[in-house]
């Protein structure tokens, strides 16, 4: 399983973009990079994954490094709805591995 | 009707009881899975189910059984638990084989208080 890297917590205003970096340097060629965010007490629920190029959808975008050690979730304009622990997951199994994450809180 | 339904929402149970967590999916997926969340710690994958056969146990203490009938459903048999095991436990279902990066879906979670 690849090893990866997030900070401990982040700090947005609402309304701002927001950028959450990822750097999973041991990452294999067939992993996809997957992130999930937790919202407190509840689940944690599918944001985006993408294996080489960026990818758009209506919650967020994914960056992906060109070497693919390293990825970006970008949260367009952060509402006080986004305030969760995001996760990111590189793999290629249906058993991802989570790790600690990162905290991310919205200020209005 | 949600993707993934856990039930109960909420459980207190004794060391010396007996009780089961319920999982259901109606997302027509094939594989399914157990995690437990402990307090500050991140998600820890207990059990994963493919196609109702059991393909990862990730050394888990046999107080915990698992049970998957069918596709659609998977139970966690809890007994003789210790208060340490209190925590939130997760049931999640994919697609497999893992194609094109499919997703997982999880419940809300049951959370289990052990007295």
């Known amino acids: 399983d690849a090893k990866t890297t997030q900070p401990n917590s982040m700090e947005s205003n609402e309304e701002e973009p927001v950028h959450l970096p990822c750097n999973h340097s041991?990452?294999?060629?067939?992993?996809?990079i997957h992130w999930y965010r937790q919202l407190p007490s509840q689940g944690p629920e599918y944001v985006i994954h993408g294996l080489t190029s960026n990818v758009n959808n209506r919650m967020a975008s994914l960056a992906i490094a060109e070497d693919r050690k390293s990825s970006t979730l970008i949260l367009h304009r952060a509402t006080l709805r986004d305030a969760a622990v995001y996760y990111c997951?590189?793999?290629?199994?249906?058993?991802?591995?989570f790790g600690k994450g990162t905290k991310l809180s919205v200020k209005p | 009707e949600t993707g993934v339904t856990q039930t109960p929402r909420h459980l207190v149970m004794g060391m010396t009881n007996k009780k089961s967590l319920k999982c259901e999916q109606h997302l027509g997926h094939n594989a399914m899975y157990w995690y437990k969340q402990s307090a500050k710690k991140p998600l820890e994958l207990m059990f994963v189910?493919?196609?109702?056969?059991?393909?990862e146990n990730n050394s888990v203490p046999s107080r915990f059984s698992p049970e998957c009938p069918n596709s659609s459903h998977l139970f966690l048999h809890l007994h003789t638990l210790q208060p340490e095991d209190s925590a939130l436990y997760l049931c999640a279902s994919s697609q497999v084989p893992f194609l094109d990066g499919n997703t997982i879906y999880f419940g809300e979670g049951s959370w289990l208080t052990v007295v």
């Open positions: 189910y493919n196609f109702k056969e059991q393909t």
């Open positions: 997951i590189p793999g290629s199994q249906g058993n991802l591995i």
């Open positions: 041991t990452i294999s060629g067939t992993d996809y």
